[in-house]
């Protein structure tokens, strides 16, 4: 048997290093333990290897409300803050805040799309914010 | 080598690799970031922190903020600023608090440095053009009424008679301020949000915070170094377009701030009204887009920001080259690019960036 012969083989190296038997037995468990113990983690790192996927939060600060887009599904969508509803638009994988119960609309200062960006309407306090891996451009934050 | 040895010498390398891999499972030795936010200074808020005792040390750093704020916030009737506005012109100084006075010192320093382009006094012609402080949620006041067309110069010179910052008087010993003139406000807008940030980065250093970002709607200070000296970068929003004009590469310990004719404004016959105001003439300032200014505290960037816009790129430009640890990004009206000296080696600007459109 292949197997047999190889493990004869592996036994002769091992006893040629001065392990016995006892040592060799011990070894191996030892081994499996440590291959139980790194499983999870593994796994983590192959399930968990893909990038995050972009998405436009909405989110109300003052009653945790939120929302999870998809910047491949457009549409409009509201959420309803201390003022009133706030309506975020998505379309061609941007978003802005189209509608909000506030004095000065150009406050919330456009269409956002990469990861880091955000849009704000702060009397209504709603947080429009792009999710995601930083991808090429890598941003720690933006100035606006 | 004896038996007993060997054996204990493999239960102690695979016991290493065991504990090892556990760390790996459960993020010990692993660097937390935790972040806090808030609405303050009618913006959004966010202090992300690195380290150990991140989310407490962020929280405190927010707590900081919104004690700042409710002493600077005009709207809010028992705060400072309010209280003084409202004694303007009335005998008998105003008792305030030692943040007020430094930041009374700081709009000593903005204004002296600009030559007026920064006046902390500029209040009551903001309101005029209908960009004063409003934050209906918090304050329960109306919101000001959006304007359509500018006010008539009548009413433009009578706003630009209460401006004047030889009409401030303070006294640190007594710890005491006043408005000397009836009628005349102090805005902390472009100036009190920096002075919160700074201080909100001295509450994480204290705390033996190493890393964090403290970001004031848009409005940044970069603590500390990345992870393998990398630098922070920094993203300039575009005056026209979705989008960066460029990105900034920066060092540790570095605030950012940029003004901008597209933050609060209103369109009429073709032209943009905005909220910053050239105190000398009592109109919004023309020779900008916006100002992005690097400097090494909060609150010099945020009112830097606001006086090179006002002073325009010449001047502006001219100023900024003359202060140490500061460097500026300005679009000019024509959506043309100017940068500091300083900046050439650490400003990349976005392929077709200009700030044109």
Known sequence: ???GRSRR?????????????????????????????FAPWAWTRIAGGRTEATAFVVKVHTT????????AVDGRFAVTGPLGPTVVEVAGGRARILESPCAEPSWHGGWVSRPGQRS?????????????????EGLDAETH | MTARRKTLILGAVTGLIVLAALALITGVGREVTASSSEFIF????????????AAAAAERAIQRMKEIDRLFDPGEAGSDIARLSAAAGLPGDVTVSSDTLALLAKANEAYRLSGGAFDPTVGPLVSLWGFGPQDPAVAGTPADTQRTEPPDAAAIQAARALVGWSGVRWDDARSTAALLRPGMALNSGGLGKGYAIDEAAAVLRGAGVKRA??????????LGEKPGGQVWRIGVRHPRQNGHLGVLELGPDVAVATSG???????????RFHHLIDPATGWPATGCRSVTVVARTSVEADYLSTAL????????????????????????AQGGLVVTSGLKDIFVPTEGGEGGG
């Not at chain 1, 945790?64 to 910047?71: A, V, Y």
């Not at chain 1, 704000?120 to 090429?136: F, K, M, Q, T």
Request: proline letters at 4%; glycine letters at 12%.
């Open chain 1, 64 to 71: 945790g409300q939120s929302l999870r887009l998809d910047p």
């Open chain 2, 309 to 332: 816009f006002v002073l325009g790129p010449e001047e502006g430009l001219r100023l900024a080259e003359t202060l140490p640890g500061v460097q500026a990004v300005f679009v000019n």
């Open chain 1, 9 to 37: 083989k592996l036994t002769r190296v091992g006893l040629r290093l001065g392990l016995n038997r006892t040592d060799l037995r011990l070894a191996t468990i030892l081994l499996a333990a440590v291959l139980i113990a």
């Open chain 1, 1 to 3: 048997m292949v197997e």
């Open chain 2, 261 to 271: 004719d597209y933050q609060r404004f209103f369109d009429y016959e073709g032209r």
């Open chain 2, 42 to 53: 009618g913006t959004y808020v966010k202090v992300t922190v690195t380290g150990r005792g």
């Open chain 2, 213 to 222: 970002v403290i970001d004031a709607g848009g409005e940044l200070y970069l």
């Open chain 1, 120 to 136: 704000v309407c702060a009397p209504n306090r709603v947080v429009l914010e792009v999710v995601g891996e930083a991808g090429a």
